[in-house]
């Protein structure tokens, strides 16, 4: 069915990056939300329950780390799938991530944008 009338949060503070991947992702037929900081992804997943997230770890307000481990205390956030993007290759918070079941960690300089689509996608169609 590909992605049409999939719904994709992207939680990012880059506003380059985030303009970059939602112009991505509707072009591939998503409806897009947008948060440039934690506190609002977490308030826009919990209201509109996308299909997925694209989640950056280091943002103000609320770290990535904290929106992923609030959302999965959720009865919804529980088991949306969940991928982190970031700059950093820190283990630790790698560690953290995939203990709070993030479905991937994708490190955006090693990442082109139709990557991380194919990863969404892939996900998506595993469900």
């Known amino acids: ?5 999939k719904k994709i949060l992207i939680v990012e503070d880059e506003a380059l ?11 591939e037929k998503f409806t897009v939300l ?18 997925i997230i694209l989640l950056d770890i280091i943002m103000p307000k609320m770290d990535g780390l904290t ?29 953290e991530a ?3 079941r993030a479905y991937d960690f994708l490190v955006k300089a090693d990442w082109k944008l ?5 990863k969404v996608n892939e996900k998506l169609a595993k469900d």
Do not use: C, Y
Not at 34 to 51: T, W
């Open 114 to 118: 139709e990557d991380i689509v194919r």
């Open 67 to 95: 929106v992923l481990e609030k959302l999965r205390q959720d009865e919804w956030g529980k088991e949306v799938p969940v991928i982190i993007l970031t700059n950093l290759s820190d283990s630790d918070k790698v560690a």
């Open 34 to 51: 947008e948060a440039n900081d934690g506190a609002n992804g977490l308030d826009s997943a919990l209201a509109n329950h996308p299909d």
């Open 98 to 100: 995939m203990k709070n």
């Open 17 to 27: 990056m985030l303009r970059s991947l939602s112009d991505k992702f509707r072009e």
């Open 1 to 5: 069915m590909g992605s049409i009338n």
